[in-house]
């Protein structure tokens, strides 16, 4: 987030100075563009491959040396191969051939660092490195900067970061249920507890045929089983609360209430990370949505009645 930041920032600076009174050196080869409007054909779109091929990630280059030479001078280079907007137009429509503006990007880092010229941390990343020199032939590493505006931007913005994290870390810590809620649950209900959230994690992260996720979905479903779960992914919620509510169904309703508790305990003493219980969505499940909207008394119910009664014997 940090870098995200102060990346936007850069370039909201280069979009501002890109077309002041700057001189293009004609970068890009016009002649080297497929013909338009010709018939659809192997021999056309293998054409259109190459461009695209040859062209492949010159316009993000040329961005971030921009946005490199506008932190580290202050401004853009008077001379350029080509204007932004020829660029995009030449790898996202034409196919023009702007192979002069990778070796411009290549040339604009090898000189700032034979110069060794001190260069943001945020940005050394962003670099032109032409990976197919010879090892020995390379410009060396790059030199960080410690007082550039971008350096303290990213402090700032970190230090930000920080104070909002600890302000919810002590908002989680003032709800945490108290562990009455739990106390004097038996060993094997402990147990089965830990196993009713290892069930409905499971079934909650596993896909299911016919359901198409997201590529959200699927970075939710590669990060952490306990993360919540935003709404809109009711296929895989209602599947993972019928795989719950079928665990518990083995059992008498006394002895759900004791497993249920046995999870509210597994997830907030002894499986939380960092101090912090991975989601407690299990527990707040409602039940069956019914013909008429409403919904069938579900887990959620069990955990609600549970704290109520807890909270009137205090």
């Known amino acids: 987030m940090v870098e995200f930041c102060s990346i936007v920032l850069l370039y909201l600076l280069v979009e501002v100075y890109s077309d002041e009174n700057k001189q293009y050196t004609g970068g890009i080869d016009a002649a080297a563009v497929s013909p338009f409007g010709e018939a659809y054909s192997v021999a056309a779109m293998e054409r259109a491959i190459a461009d695209a091929y040859r062209n492949d990630g010159i316009l993000g280059m040329y961005c971030n040396a921009q946005m490199v030479h506008e932190a580290v001078f202050g401004a853009l280079p008077d001379v ?31 000189q700032l660092l034979e110069a060794s010229v001190p260069i943001p941390a945020v940005l050394h990343k962003r670099l032109s490195h032409d990976w197919l020199q010879p090892k020995e032939e390379r410009p060396p590493s790059p030199r960080r900067t410690s007082d550039h505006w971008l350096d303290q931007l990213q402090a700032g913005i970190a230090g930000e970061i920080q104070q909002i994290e600890q302000a919810r870390e002590a908002y989680v810590r003032a709800a945490q249920p108290e562990t009455a809620l739990w106390a004097g649950v038996s060993a094997e209900n402990m147990r089965l507890g830990r196993l009713l959230n290892q069930t409905f994690a499971a079934a909650l992260n596993r896909p299911q045929a016919g359901v198409q996720l997201t590529l959200l979905e699927q970075a939710q479903q590669a990060y952490e089983a306990g993360h919540e779960i935003e709404s809109g992914d009711d296929s895989r919620l ?66 609600a009645r549970i704290v109520t009664e807890r909270n009137n014997k205090a």
């Open 238 to 303: 209602d599947y993972a609360r019928r795989q719950a509510e079928d665990f518990l169904a083995q059992f008498k309703p006394a002895v759900q209430r004791e497993i249920v508790r046995g999870a509210m305990g597994a997830l907030y003493a002894d499986e939380g990370q960092g101090g912090r219980p991975k989601s407690d969505t299990l527990l707040w499940l409602a039940g069956q949505q019914l013909s008429d909207g409403s919904r069938a008394d579900g887990i959620g119910n069990m955990t």
């Open 80 to 110: 350029l191969p080509a204007s932004l907007e020829a660029v995009i137009d030449s790898t996202q429509k034409t196919g023009a051939d702007v192979s002069a503006v990778r070796q411009w990007c290549y040339e604009q880092t090898a």
